[in-house]
C-alpha cells in the first residue's frame, strides 16, 4: 500500500543551465517520472511536447546576456494530475498575456513568427498558470491523467 501511495503523490526537481541542448536532460527525466508513474503515451507525449517548447521559449528570449543561468524544472504528480513547473530568472515574460497571439488567419509563408508553441500548449495541457515571485518566472502546467 505505501508504494501505491508514494506513486499517487511525489514530486522530482531538475535544474539544467540555459542551453538548448540540454532538452535530452529534460527529456530522460520527464521519461523517468512518467514511467515510474505510468503515463498513458499519449499524455507523455502532449507533457513532453509542452515542456520542451515553453523551456525552448525560456532559453532563446529569457535573458539578454550571455551568462549561463539555472532553470528549474518540478515534476509531480498527485492522484491523477502531473504538474510542471519551470522557473527561471529572465526577464519578466507571462506567456499567457504576453506572448504574440498565433496567426492562423494569414498563409503559412506570410505568418508572423511566434505564438503556435503557447497556443499548442494551451490545447494539450488542462491548466496553465503564471506567476513572477522573487525576480523569477513560474509556469505552471497541469494534466489530468
Keep these: 500500500m505505501t508504494d501505491a501511495v508514494e506513486k499517487m503523490e511525489s514530486s522530482r526537481t531538475l535544474i539544467v543551465p540555459n542551453r538548448i541542448e540540454e ?3 529534460i527529456e530522460r527525466f520527464l521519461v523517468e517520472f512518467s514511467e515510474q508513474h505510468d503515463f498513458p503515451p499519449e499524455t ?3 507533457i513532453q511536447l509542452s515542456l520542451e ?3 525552448t521559449n525560456v532559453v ?3 535573458y539578454d546576456d550571455d551568462t549561463e543561468h539555472e532553470i528549474e524544472i518540478v515534476l509531480s504528480r498527485n492522484g491523477k494530475t502531473v504538474t510542471v513547473e519551470i522557473a527561471d530568472d529572465g526577464r519578466p ?3 499567457l498575456k504576453d506572448a504574440p497571439e498565433m496567426d492562423a488567419e494569414s498563409a503559412l509563408a506570410e505568418r508572423r513568427v511566434g505564438g503556435a508553441g503557447i497556443a499548442l500548449t494551451k490545447t494539450m495541457m488542462t491548466d496553465l498558470r503564471y506567476h513572477r515571485d522573487d525576480g523569477r518566472n513560474h509556469l505552471i502546467m497541469v494534466k489530468d491523467l
Design 93 to 95: 515574460f507571462d506567456p
Design 53 to 55: 517548447e515553453m523551456f
Design 60 to 62: 532563446s528570449y529569457g
Design 23 to 25: 532538452i535530452r536532460t
Design 44 to 46: 507523455l507525449f502532449q
